[in-house]
């Protein structure tokens, strides 16, 4: 519901786009465990964590964020500038003579013309689709969040 590509369907009205955030928290409060919730800036999330793959050394600027109902850390800010050359294609634009396609910095994933083997090395993810990684959480992530909460749950 929150994604930036919400805009590349507009024929499809808020129904199709259900907030399930508010019935999510309930429902993992209601268990009384502890729990992470994910999703894109600019979703309505709590006490939350912003993580970015330039904090993991990965060549893909993904920022998702989690909230978790105790404090979680996050490894540094974000690198963006680590990465100094451009290599994979970007956005397509027009000019005269044609198209062309100007070059970026990081792996934009879920593109056609990028190739899927450069979109799973990004992601630190070797055995998804195209499709699966354009929804995918990169392991990374997963795994730094899961040894913090190992630290409190074992205390």
């Not at 994604?3 to 019935?23: C, Q, S, V």
């Not at 993992?28 to 502890?34: E, I, S, T, V, Y």
């Not at 999703?39 to 909230?67: I, Q, T, Y």
Request: hydrophobic residues 35%.
């Amino acid at each position: 519901m929150y994604t930036a590509y919400r805009r590349r369907r507009p024929d499809k009205g808020d129904e199709y786009y259900l907030d399930l955030i508010p019935a999510t928290r309930a429902a993992l409060w209601r268990l009384g465990k502890l729990h992470v919730i994910e999703n894109v800036e600019g979703a309505p999330l709590g006490l939350s964590l912003v993580l970015c793959g330039s904090m993991f050394g990965l060549a893909v600027r993904r920022h998702r964020v989690f909230e978790c109902p105790c404090l979680l850390l996050a490894p540094g800010p974000c690198r963006h500038g680590a990465w100094k050359e451009t290599r994979w294609p970007g956005g397509r634009s027009l000019q005269r003579g044609g198209p062309r396609v100007p070059c970026r910095r990081t792996v934009e994933v879920g593109r056609w013309d990028l190739p899927l083997a450069d979109q799973r090395t990004a992601m630190g993810i070797d055995w998804m689709s195209r499709a699966e990684l354009s929804q995918a959480v990169p392991p990374a992530y997963t795994y730094y969040l899961g040894c913090q909460l190992r630290r409190i749950i074992e205390g």
